[in-house]
């Protein structure tokens, strides 16, 4: 009998070719076809500024300060934060790119022309198909049959944030790490089935490819009991029984760590470096509960087809229990480590970044336990992985189309913005509500003060008040209409503020606005002016987190941290009427700043 053609080999091409065709039309084409001018922001300008410094500015170590990435050392040179694994494996791609742009006498010279950028997505891609191709036989070779196979590689590559961070965001770390975590869990998949113990080496080397690239990676050796089962113990007493092969694979998983020491070694004059300063993990408090099913980034939430990996362990614990004691044990650690960093919700972005390296970890359970389904409820396995995709690549355009808020999502956002896509939902959502500054030993509140605007107050003062009968409380409001740019201001300067020390707003107001948008454009501003005049910080966002209700006073609440000030800085919290547009009124003011306490 002929065999019959396989369903996933070409699902893995769908895949990688949908996934083109949103990054050409996302990043190459759309938004006025400078899309690809985004590419390096955020992380990415620390994992592409390893490439700029070394192969075009050779100014490693001695680059100029940036908050987001390059941190001074006590000798006056400088650090980048990051691990080095992104900036490796972005390296050939970068290296076609610069090629291009040179022989392009229109192109900039810097590493940041339209070439380096379009390479970059297109660099994804490959490492896209490389992990798909790898998930595959990952799957196949652990017994499950094709067609599972072909809806797994279908949910991980369209139900997930995997194609956020293949297309549309190709410089984050994520697509590197996923690539390696599907080879290297393949690679052990082969020493379990027999492969030469040589492979050891092999695997050890990938291993410290995946601490290089994101350190914490370094739990997914905590997946060999997930890909071996009962056989895990036993594999490992064999490799220890071979002194040359786990010596061997030891020294090659520290060479490929041994690279960032190489690169601290260049920048810093020392072997070992630390750069993130004022971050850390809260180990005490993970928020173990939002990371998996929050409104700002649940895994689950914004990736409900996950939930299919959830059941799955599940299934293993009572079918395979040394598996599934495995991933409960993988689940566990690694959810952890995520929930307890400082800022647990890792800044802007779609859904849960972090995940996307443990996606082939999870893709086991999701596989056996589709793989053991009866027809009828394998039929709806497969209806409820087409709504999941179907929910994300929704969602993922509400997204980039700024229908959804990239900081600060939470439950009223989500249901205001749930299956909207008209004109007038798009960049309504605003609001400001970020994690408190890494404080391992809590913080303190070093100023505090509530303003009724009945009288005068300390630190909130300005605006125009007027008695109005609608008043919040008292009669007393502070007017916004056309003849008014800027009202009541909170200002403190250092002689009451410490220095030093990170700082945290409380901000709150009352608000009514009498029509329907009266106070769309209304911005909130956090400001840090110098002594001299200069200003160190400003953040400007829009006061009103959802659209208000007319003729309603509602309560608004902010949550802002705020650098270190320095001697002779002043600190502002003000509203500004943005062209003289808005017409609303304000009352009950209030604002706690919090100092980190030293650790």
């Known amino acids: 009998m002929r065999s019959r053609p396989s369903a996933s080999l070409p699902v893995v091409l769908l895949v990688v070719v949908i996934t083109s065709v949103v990054s050409i039309q996302g990043l190459w084409t759309g938004k006025h076809s400078d899309g690809w001018k985004d590419t390096v922001r955020s ?45 490796l494996l972005m390296a050939p791609w970068f290296g076609i790119g610069h090629a291009l742009a040179l022989n392009d006498p229109t192109a900039p010279k810097d590493g940041l022309s339209i070439h380096e950028m379009r390479m970059l997505g297109a660099g994804a891609w490959v490492y896209l198909l490389l992990g798909l191709l790898a998930l595959r036989a990952l ?10 196979v072909a809806w797994t590689v279908a949910a991980f590559g369209l139900g997930t944030q995997l194609m956020q961070y293949a297309a549309l965001q190709p410089g984050w770390s994520h697509i590197y790490s996923f690539c390696t975590a599907s080879v290297f869990l393949l690679v052990l998949l082969r020493l379990h089935l027999g492969a030469h113990p040589g492979w050891w080496v092999a695997a050890a080397a990938l291993l410290g490819l995946l601490v290089l690239i994101r350190p914490v990676n370094g739990l997914m050796a905590f997946a060999l009991p997930v890909v071996a089962g009962r056989d895990a113990w036993p594999l490992l007493r064999r490799l220890f029984a071979l002194p040359a092969v786990w010596i061997t694979a030891l020294a090659a998983a520290v060479a490929v760590v041994g690279i960032q020491l190489l690169l601290w070694h260049l920048q810093t004059g020392h072997w070992l470096a630390y750069g993130y300063q004022g971050e850390g993990f809260h180990w005490d408090r993970p928020e173990l509960f939002k990371v998996l099913f929050g409104f700002r980034r649940g895994l689950f939430l914004w990736a409900p087809v ?94 980039y189309v700024g229908i959804l808020h990239p900081e600060s999502m939470d439950r009223h956002k989500y249901a205001f913005t749930f299956l909207r896509c008209g004109e007038r939902f798009r960049g309504q959502l605003g609001g400001n509500y970020q994690a408190a500054p890494y404080n391992p030993n809590g913080m303190d509140v070093v100023l505090e003060e509530r303003c009724d605007l009945e009288g005068d107050c300390s630190r909130w003062r300005g605006g125009r008040i007027e008695e109005r009968p ?40 009352q608000r009514l606005e009498a029509e329907a948008g009266d106070s769309h454009t209304m911005l909130a501003v956090t400001e840090v002016k110098h002594a001299d005049g200069s200003t160190a910080y400003y953040e400007p966002f829009r006061m009103n987190p959802v659209p208000p209700t007319p003729e309603r006073w509602e309560h608004l609440e902010y949550r802002i941290p705020v650098p270190m000030l320095e001697p002779g800085d002043r600190l502002s919290f003000y509203l500004w009427n943005q062209g003289h547009a808005s017409r609303v009124l304000i009352d009950d003011v209030t604002m706690r700043v919090n100092a980190v306490r030293p650790y």
Not at 46 to 73: C, I, K, M
Not at 139 to 148: C, I, K, S
Not at 371 to 393: H, S, T
Not at 481 to 497: C, H, K, M, P, R
């Open 470 to 509: 609608e008043a919040h409380s008292g009669g007393k409001v502070c007017v916004f209409d056309v003849n008014t740019e800027f009202g009541i201001t909170f200002s403190a300067t250092t002689d009451q503020l410490p220095t030093g020390r990170a700082l945290y707003l409380e901000a709150g107001l």
């Open 306 to 399: 996950l939930l299919l990996a959830l059941a799955g362990t599940f299934w293993l614990l009572r079918h395979d229990r040394d598996r599934g004691l495995g991933m409960v044990a993988y689940w566990a650690a690694n959810t952890y480590v995520i929930s307890s960093w400082w800022i647990w919700y890792y800044g802007s972005g779609f859904g849960s970044r972090v995940f996307v390296d443990h996606y082939p970890v999870m893709a086991i359970p999701f596989a056996l336990l589709l793989n053991d389904l009866p027809e009828r409820r394998w039929r709806m396995a497969r209806a409820f992985i087409a709504g999941c995709i179907a929910l994300l690549c929704f969602q993922m355009w509400q997204y």
């Open 139 to 148: 799957l196949l070779g652990m017994g499950v049959r094709d067609a599972v």
């Open 43 to 87: 992380d990415v300008k620390g994992y592409y500024g390893y490439l700029q410094a070394f192969f075009l500015r050779n100014d490693l170590g001695h680059e100029p300060f940036s908050w987001e990435y390059v941190r001074y050392t006590t000798d006056g040179r400088t650090v980048n934060k990051y691990f080095s694994g992104t900036s």
